[in-house]
């Protein structure tokens, strides 16, 4: 049963010409100034949702993105500040990308965050997927087996360093402690301090591949996970979802359909279908810019990713629109009582589910994304809260 509602802002600044006609994605290089407005952005958004009753305003750790789309680069930090501008509003960590991180430095900033907001720092981990961000740190991506491999041996330290008192590790990539001589005596483990006040730690953590190894790995740790609404590529379809589920079940947590699963959608609120469609279709078409040469918009060909970035071939490619989007499952757009309707039908076909994401893509500017969601506050939630 939905009970609780967040939205993921993955910090992109507000743009212009956006759209396949627009600026190329590539092209864009906006001032530091323009960058910086990022974070007034967050803080506005974090107020909003504050005031109206949403559970956790999601945040995505991304560096280097000159051209705006994505530019939290401590996600940790940022959290703290919002969580001193707000009273009640969770600040979720969407993610901590742990191969850009040493494991350790992630384990105790998460933790001296949870200690100085009272628990209300949500964290979360990724592997990553912009080859630009991963590598200039040091570590893998495009060795996608490289990269699940390292991410792995962090997250075990990470929960280690969590849920012990002192700690000791030998892995592949990291031996922790090293044995040193320290203060008259040899060094065979450390303690994390501080530790985090609110354990077990509640973790989060896209649902991208969806393979077995990534399920059970998650369940392992009790890792929750995110699909869509921005935190993974494509919607959330019956097979993953079965899938995750199963894995818990190996890992003897047993769930119902949906448990420990925050299903994302992008919405918004119109009049009609056609009205919203209208409104929202640059905001989407600035996303697939963005996101088509990443592989995260599904089917496309090598020609057509090409074309996404000329606009005088973009609208020719064949390229998907939003009323595919739509049809697809992964927006929810028209008048308030329908969108509640569409989500009173996934929270029957999956009565596990508690939690629900929803949000605007990147490209989005700050006056839609505060409209849409005080409607949705206004018009839509109070159908799952009043229960």
Not at 337 to 357: D, F, S, W
Request: glycine letters at 8%; charged letters at 25%.
């Amino acid at each position: 049963m939905i009970t609780r509602f967040g939205s993921l802002f993955a910090g992109h600044v507000d743009l212009d010409n956006e759209g396949l006609d627009g600026t190329p994605v590539n092209a864009r290089w906006l001032p530091d100034e323009h960058l910086a407005t990022v974070f007034p952005k967050a803080e506005a958004i974090a107020r909003l949702m504050d005031r109206t009753g949403y559970d956790t305003f999601w945040l995505a750790e991304h560096h280097f993105q000159r051209e705006g789309y994505e530019c939290i680069p401590n996600v940790l930090l940022l959290a703290l500040h919002l969580c001193h501008i707000t009273r009640n509003i969770r600040i979720g960590c969407g993610f901590n990308i742990a191969p850009m991180w040493h494991p350790i430095r992630m384990a105790e900033d998460y933790a001296t965050v949870d200690r100085l907001t009272n628990g209300r720092v949500v964290f979360g981990v990724g592997r990553g997927y912009h080859s630009r961000e991963v590598e200039s740190f040091g570590a893998p991506i495009l060795d996608q087996d490289a990269n699940r491999e390292l991410f792995e041996e962090q997250v075990d330290i990470i929960f280690k360093s969590f849920n012990e008192r002192a700690f000791a590790h030998q892995g592949k990539h990291y031996t922790i402690p090293p044995a040193v001589p320290y203060r008259g005596y040899e060094v065979r483990e450390i303690t994390l301090v501080p530790r985090p006040k609110t354990l077990p730690v509640e973790c989060w953590q896209p649902v991208v591949s969806a393979s077995q190894r990534a399920l059970d790995f998650m369940a392992k740790h009790g890792i929750k996970g995110i699909i869509g609404g921005g935190a993974a590529a494509g919607g959330a379809s019956d097979k993953v979802i079965h899938a995750f589920r199963e894995a818990r079940a190996r890992a003897g947590r047993e769930t119902e359909l949906g448990g420990d699963l925050c299903i994302g959608y992008s919405f918004h609120i119109a009049d009609s279908v056609e009205q919203g469609i209208k409104e929202a279709t640059p905001f989407f078409e600035e996303n697939i810019k963005m996101f088509a040469p990443l592989g995260f918009v599904a089917g496309l060909t090598p020609e057509q990713i090409d074309a996404a970035a000329d606009p005088k071939r973009a609208r020719h490619a064949n390229l998907p629109t939003l009323r595919h989007a739509l049809k697809a499952g992964t927006w929810l757009i028209g008048p308030p009582e329908q969108i509640t309707e569409q989500l009173m039908e996934i929270q029957h076909r999956y009565p596990g589910l508690e939690v629900v994401n929803v949000g605007q893509p990147v490209g989005t500017p700050l006056a839609v994304i505060l409209e849409q969601l005080e409607r949705f506050s206004a018009q839509v939630m109070p159908a799952f809260k009043r229960r």
